[in-house]
Nanobody
Framework: VQLQASGGGLVRPGGSLRLSCAASGSIFSINVMGWYRQAPGKQRELVAFITSGGTTNYADSVKGRFTISRDNARNTVYLQMNSLKPEDTAIYYC??????WGKGTLVTVSS
């Protein structure tokens, strides 16, 4: 399975973006899918994940602003990001546990 993230871009503070992670194969058998991010000069951190049963978990810094979802029929995982802040600026990576990683997509939040 190969993962491809898309949907990044430049957005003003307070704006929204939706990231997509499209898989080349079925994600039905991948129990946990999620998103990480890495800001310049910082370590990669977990942003959110979702299980095959629909259980979700979020980093404290994004709770109430970001929503993760998955569409197994389309083999795609989404990250809806609202009320974006400059500190959300990072490269965002999708992951299918344990071994699948996608190339990142850059999100820049700036006025």
């Amino acid at each position: 399975v190969q993962l491809q993230a898309s949907g990044g871009g430049l957005v003003r503070p307070g704006g929204s973006l939706r990231l997509s992670c499209a898989a080349s194969g079925s994600i039905f058998s991948i129990n946990v899918m999620g998103w990480y991010r890495q800001a310049p000069g910082k370590q990669r951190e977990l942003v959110a994940f979702i299980t095959s049963g629909g259980t979700t978990n979020y980093a404290d810094s994004v709770k109430g602003r970001f929503t993760i979802s998955r569409d197994n029929a389309r083999n795609t995982v989404y990250l809806q990001m609202n009320s974006l802040k400059p500190e959300d600026t990072a490269i965002y990576y999708c992951r299918g546990w344990p071994q699948y990683w996608g190339k990142g997509t850059l999100v820049t939040v700036s006025s």
